[in-house]
């Protein structure tokens, strides 16, 4: 998967969901933290963003997984960047799905 291409489309849809919510929406660069730099960006959101990602790249992401975040008990908020690398490291290690 390209991470280019990823980026592109997450930060497309990071900008829709804020401009869908009647919130500001900063520019958004690899730097930006979804989860700390956009306005009510929450568990609530997040999957929202997740799942729109996953059928824009026509892929697969698990719904236990927050993409924009760490795992464990010490959680850290990730860059779109950062999200951008945990994409494509699901979209790698993905079972190719045969056709039927």
Same mark, same amino acid.
């Not at 991470?3 to 730097?31: D, F, N, W």
């Not at 999957?47 to 010490?74: D, H, K």
């Given at each position: =998967? ?9 930060? !497309?849809?990071?900008?829709? &969901?804020?401009? =869908? ?13 979804? &989860?700390?730099?956009?306005?009510? +960006?929450?568990?609530? &959101? ?5 799942? =729109? ?5 026509? =892929? ?7 993409? +924009? ?7 850290? !908020? ?23």
């Amino acid at each position: =998967m390209d991470a280019g291409h990823v980026r592109k489309e997450l930060i !497309a849809i990071l900008g829709q &969901i804020q401009v =869908m919510s009647g919130l500001a929406c900063p520019v958004l660069t690899g730097a930006t933290v979804p &989860i700390t730099d956009l306005d009510k +960006f929450n568990s609530k &959101i997040w999957p929202v963003a997740t799942g =729109m990602l996953a059928a824009t790249l026509g =892929m697969e992401i698990p719904n236990n997984v927050n993409i +924009f975040s760490t795992r464990g008990a010490c959680r850290t !908020a990730l860059s779109i960047d950062q999200t951008v690398a945990e994409v494509c490291r699901i979209a790698a290690s993905a079972t190719p799905v045969a056709a039927e």
